[in-house]
């Protein structure tokens, strides 16, 4: 992330583009996103390579250990959803009590404002780039690649993919946040030991935000507060979604049948 947006300043510096101006466009974010979630694709790709390799597999097998499709059920699915949404408001809370506390600003609300004033084609493309490809591509390598690497430990897999995943965006106050919707999606994950479900969930909800901004009219604001009745409510949610996610987390599953598949492997 940090080589491509230097990768942008430097194209822009040499096109004698004004950059302040130029980041405030629809266009500038769709590409600087684009080429974000390429850089993530690749490192998740790269990864599975590893795999394969340190693994002794095949090149399908490497690909279904690290980024497993499983078969889930329309009711995980929508499990998936409660859990993100229901961990939403916490998420929100915090990060405001960071917000406030630092006294900073945050770069997701550049992308809410630049969301709300795009034309319909470029309202589009930031949907496709900031919220499709994100879900995409940032699941397959965190909850994908990372947590296959650290299965065999049921609470880090949960725990470190998670803190990762909200390091990576570089922004103090949304950084906090991402990590608490980063353990919905690592439990979304392990609980059904496949990566559709969470990559749904990271697209319905990164594509809400920008529908929320541009058609509901929602802007951060320092003086909104989320209420505890609407965190414990959002608990609640989640508690239900996780219901319906399985009542096993699937850890010693998906390890056991990646030995399985290792073996087979092997013997082929």
């Given at each position: 992330?940090?080589?491509?947006?230097?990768?942008?300043?430097?194209?822009?510096?040499?096109?004698?583009?004004?950059?302040?101006?130029?980041?405030?466009?629809?266009?500038?974010?769709?590409?600087?996103?684009?080429?974000?979630?390429?850089?993530?694709?690749?490192?998740?790709?790269?990864?599975?390579?590893?795999?394969?390799?340190?693994?002794?597999?095949?090149?399908?097998?490497?690909?279904?250990?690290?980024?497993?499709?499983?078969?889930?059920?329309?009711?995980?699915?929508?499990?998936?959803?409660?859990?993100?949404?229901?961990?939403?408001?916490?998420?929100?809370?915090?990060?405001?009590?960071?917000?406030?506390?630092?006294?900073?600003?945050?770069?997701?609300?550049?992308?809410?404002?630049?969301?709300?004033?795009?034309?319909?084609?470029?309202?589009a493309g930031l949907v496709f780039c900031v919220a499709v490809l994100p879900g995409l591509f940032e699941e397959a390598l965190f909850r994908g690649f990372v947590t296959r690497l650290l299965t065999p430990w049921r609470w880090v897999a949960w725990i470190v993919p998670s803190v990762l995943f909200g390091v990576v965006h570089l922004d103090l106050v949304q950084s906090v946040g991402t990590i608490i919707l980063g353990l919905g999606f690592g439990w979304i994950r392990l609980r059904t030991g496949s990566v559709l479900p969470s990559m749904l969930a990271h697209m319905v909800y990164n594509g809400s935000v920008l529908f929320a901004a541009r058609f509901a009219g929602e802007q951060a604001d320092d003086s909104k507060s989320i209420p505890i009745i609407v965190v414990a409510g959002g608990c609640l949610l989640a508690a239900l979604g996780s219901w319906m996610l399985g009542v096993r987390a699937a850890p010693a599953e998906v390890i056991a049948h990646a030995q399985e598949e290792h073996e087979r492997a092997r013997k082929d």
């Open positions: 992330m940090v080589a491509t947006i230097s990768l942008l300043g430097l194209g822009a510096i040499l096109s004698k583009v004004d950059v302040q101006e130029a980041v405030k466009t629809p266009a500038w974010l769709m590409i600087g996103a684009a080429l974000t979630q390429n850089s993530v694709a690749l490192v998740a790709l790269g990864g599975a390579r590893f795999w394969r390799r340190y693994q002794g597999l095949t090149t399908r097998e490497a690909f279904r250990q690290c980024f497993p499709i499983g078969q889930p059920t329309i009711a995980s699915f929508l499990g998936a959803l409660l859990v993100v949404f229901g961990t939403t408001p916490l998420a929100m809370g915090v990060a405001l009590a960071v917000q406030r506390a630092f006294d900073v600003d945050t770069a997701s609300e550049e992308v809410i404002r630049i969301a709300t004033g795009a034309s319909p084609g470029a309202f």
